[in-house]
Each structure stands twice: as structure tokens, then as C-alpha cells.
């Protein structure tokens, strides 16, 4: 299909994700760019929460948000935001973590996970684990019924995947996972990585960049890089997949949804026409976001 308006409106302006010549991202230049947000007014309202608090989960910085004005037990929802492991935060992705405790009246724990290149591969890996550890020892802490699921866009969708896998050998069961165009495997030789390889927001030699710099010294096999290449799904927590059209990401999501579905894991599978990287998290340009948020959050009632 062809491109949405508004996606080809918003590469009209971004036509790449970093919009800048990969040879001058240095450290220096790398934390330059995490200070600045372009996209911030269109990623939606902040919305005012009853609750929203900073904490930590043993040593990693956590943002927890509650839309439920009482004090009675949710179920958890864990956020892990994208950024390529490179760039973002808990506080650049603040209006998400407010729309998602809203949408799915659960308590939202937004994770605020160690970056590369100052922290390679498995820092965030271990963080996310942390985290998600911490909620099913700590229940009380978090004011969790125990029905915890993880959820995490693009380089977070990542670590909600290898966090699902190791719930799941640890034997804590998670009630879902959700992946909106995840990275699952850093091998990037699927047909969409050719298709789309640059001008759709995402270019594919971007998304190596990010990959060498969050997992450049990984064994490209190992699950907690590229869950894809695990050898076993079997157990995972059920699963919704969101993937983007026109997104080189877009058939390792797929195809993870489908081998999932093989290994009698149930999986739901939605593909947005038209859509490009990215486009979840900034309601403010794109209806789509507004509807895979929907979608998702319907989802996850259904899991509780």
C-alpha cells in the first residue's frame, strides 16, 4: 500500500530518524542530542495522574504512574521506551507513560533502563530484568493484584521480548507482552530491511549504527540481542505485535508473531498500512497512533 498522508507528511520533514551524518555521532554529539526533543509537542498531553512518582527498582531509576485515584490492587503494566538503546528516557517518553495508565487502568511502571554506548550490551538487558523481577518480589510495593505484563516500542519492544523470555525461565508468568515494531534480531537481512532501507523515517543504516553501539561486542545469537534466533518460544507469555508498513523492522516483528503462534504461544498480529517507524509514540501527528493505542490497550484488559 502506499504511504499514509501523514507519514508521508511527517518524512517530508524527517525523512531519517537521526537526520544527521552518522560519522560525526560521537559521545559528545550523542549526549548533545538527548537533550533536545523536536518531536515533544506531539506526543501527546500530559496528562494530569493522581499518581505519578519517581522511584527506584533496586538500582535502576523508575517512573511509576497510577490513573486509579484508590488505593486498591491493579495489575502492572511495565513500559520500556525506544530510542535505538541510544537515546530516550522516562522523561522524554512522560506523556506515553500517562496515556498508557489511563487507557488500560493499570499501574505503569516506566523504566528508565542505562543507555549505550556509555553502557553496551546487557545493561539495559539487566535492567529491564530488574525491573520486572523487583514487581513480582515487591507486590505490595507497587500495588500489584499480580498480573503484570510488559510492553516496549522498538528498541524497548526489544527488551520487553528478552524480559518475556526470562520471566519465563525464572518460572514468574507474565499475563501478556506487547511489541510494537520491535528489533529482534540485529542480523537485518529480511526483505523489509531492502524495501525500506532509507527515506521512511528509519533508515536501515541507522539501525545499524544503533545496533554497534548497543551490542557490537554481543554474540549476535544470543536471545538477549536477537529473540528471534531463540530456539525455544515455547512458554512465552501470549503476546500482541504491532508492526508499521513502511518500517525496515517490520518483518522480524512478523515473523516473531508467527513462530510464537507456532510454538503454541497465543499471538495477535497487527500491521499498520501505511504506516512508518515510529509512529506509536507521537499521537500527535499520526490518527494511527491513537488507534494501535487503543488496540493495545484493549489487549491488555483482556489479559488482566
Known sequence: MPLHPQARDYLAVYPSDLNTDLVTLDLAKIQEMRAQDGLAIHRGPLTKLPFVRDERAEDVPIRIYRADPGDGLLPVLVYFHGG????????????????????????????????????????????????????????????????????????GGNLAAVAAGQARDAGLRLAHQVLVYPVLDTAMDTPSYREFAKGFGLDAEEMAWFARQYAGGADPADPRVSPLRSPDLTGLAPATVVTAECDVLRDEGERYAHRLAEAGVPAELRRYDGAVHGFFGLPGLFDQAVEARDYVAARLRESW
Not at 105 to 111: E, N, R
Not at 121 to 144: E, G, H, K, L, N
Open 84 to 155: 535505538g538503546w541510544v537515546f530516550g528516557s522516562v522523561k522524554r517518553n512522560d506523556a506515553v507513560g500517562r496515556d498508557l495508565a489511563v487507557r488500560t487502568g493499570a499501574v505503569v511502571v516506566s523504566v528508565d533502563y542505562r543507555l549505550a554506548p556509555e553502557h553496551p550490551f546487557p545493561a539495559a538487558a539487566d535492567d529491564a530484568w530488574t525491573v520486572v523481577r523487583d514487581i513480582f518480589a515487591r507486590p505490595a510495593f507497587y500495588q500489584s493484584n499480580g498480573s503484570v505484563a510488559v510492553i516496549g516500542d522498538s528498541a
